[in-house]
């Protein structure tokens, strides 16, 4: 048979998102679950987001504007910059797969620390990129050092995710200013800050205030997380205006859509609810942090809306267990366990689940 898709992309894996609740309940008979696994936050959208939408859906006949100007001016009003410097997509997710788009060629490559966001290796590969995979530091964040040795002539892009996903950790301001200090000019550095309104850490730095006035820095940002747009894709980058402009040439005409627009001009105007909503996470994160801990699980500090259990091999039937009694969590065999910060109900299940998973794995 004629081969009619690249070859290479046997060996890629897909991308898998975390187990939907109802499959769960088909699978298993469970009547209720709680989906703990795609770091979602809880408490669904945020005020005059529901009437944005609803309005922008009587103009759903129309393109949306496609400078996206309105919502460019409200973020560069938000961050101090000017809008020619940002540029939205949709979700950070595609706004990486842009930038690799814009600055790789087949057989450059791209730096990153793993283990990390999966969906990395996933759009290197997409333009016949060589991942070039650093592995963590023993307290499950990204080994600097050794990321600033991987790179060779061929690398295009390093991605530095601050805190990271999926591990929680965070690089703090000393030692990223090291880094970067290190990178050649003709290299991107992406700092992905899909988690950034989580940190409490006041040394892990706000990378727009701190690094986005360097040439070869793009900072990225979701909508997805703390601003409860997930449903909706809405991602926006922070670069130079030169940098800015190659992207926009190759991004996805009309990829920003009109209710993703509205709803996060709506969103905007509620940073004071975003605060509060992320304060009970990072409440309930220290929460469930120190119960895992007495648990005997060696959770690091996570600065993001989920915690991350090095389980090893035994991560997988950790969520089987867990599944098993109605929490969805996220299993990366073999390495640990990525669980969602919920509610306070959630959470409680989510422990008690696993205290009986942890003790029948032992």
Known sequence: MTRLTRADLDSLPAYVPGRSLADLTRELGIAEAIKLASNEVPYGPLPGVVEAVAEAMLQSHRYPDMGVLALRDALAARF?????????GCGSVALAEILVKATCLPGDEIVYSWRSFE??????AGVGATSVRVPNTAEHGHDLPAMADAITDRTRLVIVCNPNNPTG???????LDRFLAEVPS??????????????????VPDAIDTYAGRPNVVVLRTMSKAWGLAGLRMGYLVAQPEVAAAIRKVLTPFSTSLVAQAAALAALQQEDEVKRRCALVVS????????LRKLNVEVPESQANFVWLPLGDRSAPFGAVCEGRGVIVRPFQPDGVRVTIGTPEENDAFLAAAEIALDQLG
């Open 284 to 291: 309930e994160r220290s929460r469930v942090t120190e119960a």
């Open 119 to 124: 969906a990395y290796p996933i759009i290197s």
């Open 186 to 203: 003709d290299v991107l550095v992406v700092l992905d800050e899909a988690y950034r309104e989580l940190v409490t850490d006041p040394d």
């Open 80 to 88: 101090g910059v000017a809008a020619d410097r940002i540029v939205t």
């Open 169 to 175: 950790t965070a690089v703090r301001k000393a030692e």
